[in-house]
């Protein structure tokens, strides 16, 4: 069955350094999904990429997917504390919709 | 003016309890699913419902059971809640099933 291993599980950064998070599929990914959560919340959806290559931004947040369409990278410039959570990458896991998740990446911004 | 809500929030109860948990999304979408995340804050897929009609049911116990009465509604009812049924669930919602999914804040769920 399909996994997601994304890495590291946990990162500390100093406030206005950048940083990368992970995730590699099993398989071919027929899309890939980035969701922040913040302790309590719900998953606030960030970003989704179906093509190998794709790369899409938003504010300080790129992700992308390489070309053979197994692994996805997100990358945050010049990161604040409002970026701190756990980031997660979910793939949907046939048609039906149904998306597995990786574990997370906990992320800790120092002012 | 929510996309996706649950209520309750949060929902402390004893074992061997019956507890429902509601799900509304305002958003016109045709399939909504419930998630659990455990104590390691992994998350799973439970079910997920198109059109009213249940799609996916992953391998939960049956003392599970969701229950859509309209297209904008899914709920979970839990009979005989056991320790191991504490987590966050998560209600969530798509229109069709190959676009982003739009989630609900949760509903912390402590079984004692």
């Known amino acids: 069955s399909q996994e997601l291993e994304q890495s590291p599980q946990s990162l500390i950064v100093q406030e206005g350094k950048n940083l990368t998070i992970n995730c590699t599929s099993s398989?071919?990914?027929?899309?890939l999904y980035w969701y922040k959560q913040k302790y309590g919340e719900g998953l606030i959806f960030l970003m989704m990429?179906?093509?190998?290559?794709e790369e899409k931004s938003h504010e300080k947040i790129t992700a992308k997917l390489d070309e053979k369409k197994q692994q996805s990278s997100l990358h945050i410039t010049a990161s604040q504390p409002s970026h701190a959570g756990i980031y997660l990458c979910?793939?949907?896991?046939?048609?039906?919709?149904?998306?597995?998740f990786g574990k997370g990446t906990k992320l800790s911004v120092k002012p | 003016d929510t996309a996706v809500s649950q209520t309750p929030k949060y929902l402390v109860t004893q074992m061997g309890n019956d507890k429902s948990i509601k799900c509304e999304q305002n958003?016109?979408?045709?399939?909504m699913y419930w998630y659990k995340q455990d104590s390691k804050k992994f998350l799973k897929i439970m079910f997920s419902?198109?059109?009213?009609?249940?799609?996916i049911n992953e391998t939960v116990p049956n003392r599970f059971s969701p229950k859509s009465p309209d297209k904008a509604h899914l709920n979970l009812h839990i009979n005989s809640l056991e320790l191991g049924d504490s987590a966050v669930y998560f209600c969530?919602?798509?229109?069709?099933?190959?676009?982003?999914?739009?989630f609900g804040p949760g509903t912390r769920l402590t079984v004692l």
């Open positions: 969530a919602s798509s229109q069709l099933t190959i676009n982003e999914q739009f």
């Open positions: 419902y198109n059109n009213k009609e249940l799609i």
């Open positions: 979910g793939a949907p896991r046939g048609s039906q919709g149904n998306l597995i």
């Open positions: 990429l179906q093509k190998g290559g």
């Open positions: 398989k071919t990914l027929y899309g």
């Open positions: 958003l016109g979408h045709d399939t």
